[in-house]
DNA sequence: CGTGTAAGGAATTCTGACACG
DNA sequence: CGTGTAAGGAATTCTGACACG
């Protein structure tokens, strides 16, 4: 396994809402409210904080720019689902090509 | 430029203590010690707060093991200062190395 | 020496809501 | 729609200290 996109520390959510105001110089509020909106998924702790990635700080500084730019939410959420659209089908081509891998000598 | 060693988000603070200690499995007792210690060197938030980095957690974790191992913090502190020296001359290394390409045409 | 703990205070984070527009 | 804010509470973190060993 093992694809472009691995780094461990990238996806690993420990970062907690008031570091991450500090990275995206967004305010709480904003960042809660893009949860709501579902275009960031932070981890919640025991207690219930809050814990984000550093991806989850990349993709808020995104939001951040497209915001900017006059973008709505419900459209960067349609910009998110495609993106899962191409991830699946590149799992697909991944698997695909795994398949091929293994049954070439067959052929 | 650029080592073995980048990795970006490894050094980056961000940590609060409680996620470090849940991280490592360590006590906020154990953890502030490791400091006094001069074990660590977290960074400070603006009123205070401690910030630790992946790279803080592995060493914690190493500290860990080594403290279960029967070594005492002072015989740690001495590890580190080695491990720095090591650098120093791995840096010497590096910049001999960049040297030799620099003037290699001169010889 | 290394770590637990109670103490008191300050800062953090959380939720639900009202406000403006 | 997106964001600010005051409200009240719960959880976090901080420091200095006493304790045991």
Do not use: W
Request: contains cysteine; glycine residues 6%; aromatic residues 8%.
């Amino acid at each position: 396994m093992g694809s472009s996109v691995d780094n461990s520390y990238m996806y690993k959510k420990v970062i907690s809402i008031g570091t991450v105001c500090e990275l995206t110089g967004l305010s709480e509020r904003q960042i809660r409210y893009y949860e709501e909106r579902e275009l960031i998924f932070p981890k919640r702790s025991e207690k219930g904080n809050r814990k984000y990635s550093f991806s989850d700080v990349e993709t808020l500084m995104d939001i951040a720019n497209k915001m900017e730019d006059g973008l709505q939410t419900s459209e960067l959420r349609r910009e998110i689902k495609n993106k899962e659209v191409d991830k699946s089908s590149v799992n697909e081509r991944m698997i695909r090509g795994q398949l091929n891998a293994h049954f070439r000598r067959r052929d």
